[in-house]
T-cell receptor, first 115, second 117 residues
């Protein structure tokens, strides 16, 4: 049971380039999330998904896109990278029901630098 | 709107001293509250959680937290700090809203704990 995995661990992009951050979970969780973490700012939700084929925007979605074709995978796409997207990106998953939120399980993160 | 405030971005203690990390929340519906720990260059790990029931919650590594509704607080404590406790700690709020919150959590800004020998 690998939990939540993310690739790559590190990446340097030039301004205007695009890339996809990969995220996978093997816990059969229905909910998945993408966050960015900036120093002193906590974690900000970029996008989330409540199941395959269903995604929605979080707090800071601009400049990002997601898709979820399977329960296991939730890739995050950066189009036209900008220096403001330099951050550490975390993927998380959880099992949530109508009775309330359960804890989220986090991946190890991807450290992205845009120059 | 819900929010989480962690008082003190940096807390420094001596090894063996009490650890107290403060978290206050704002919520119009019953909250679920979590504390996570992040070691350098790693993801977040769950320390403990409050959902319903007992207000004093025990977690891993000797940490505990008490939910105080009247004070809208969920402070994290540990009686005796260890060098290995040095990390960043995040308080997070989830809402019991009949499923419409979609399990989303609101995170505080984080508190970096330094432990001196």
């Amino acid at each position: 049971n690998a939990g939540v995995t993310q690739t790559p661990k590190f990446r340097i992009l030039k301004i205007g380039q695009s890339m996809t951050l990969q995220c996978a979970q093997d816990m059969n969780h229905n909910y998945m999330y993408w966050y960015r973490q900036d120093p002193g700012m906590g974690l900000k939700l970029i996008y989330y998904s409540v199941g395959a084929g269903i995604t929605d925007k979080g707090e800071v979605p601009n400049g990002y896109n997601v898709s979820r074709s399977t329960t296991e995978d939730f890739p995050l796409r950066l189009e036209l990278a900008a220096p403001s997207q330099t951050s550490v990106y975390f993927c998380a998953s959880s099992y949530s029901t109508w009775s309330g939120p359960y804890e989220q399980y986090f991946g190890p993160g991807t450290r992205l630098t845009v120059t | 709107a819900q929010s989480v405030t962690q008082l003190g971005s940096h807390v420094s203690v001596s090894e063996g001293a009490l650890v107290l990390l403060r978290c206050n929340y704002s919520s119009s519906v019953p909250p679920y509250l979590f504390w996570y720990v992040q070691y350098p260059n790693q993801g977040l790990q769950l320390l403990l959680k409050y959902t319903t029931g007992a207000t004093l919650v025990k977690g891993i590594n000797g940490f505990e937290a008490e939910f105080k509704k009247s004070e809208t607080s969920f402070h994290l404590t540990k009686p005796s700090a260890h060098m290995s406790d040095a990390a960043e700690y995040f308080c997070a709020l989830g809402l019991l809203t009949g499923g419409t919150s979609y399990g989303k959590l609101t995170f505080g800004q984080g508190t970096i704990l330094t432990v001196h020998p």
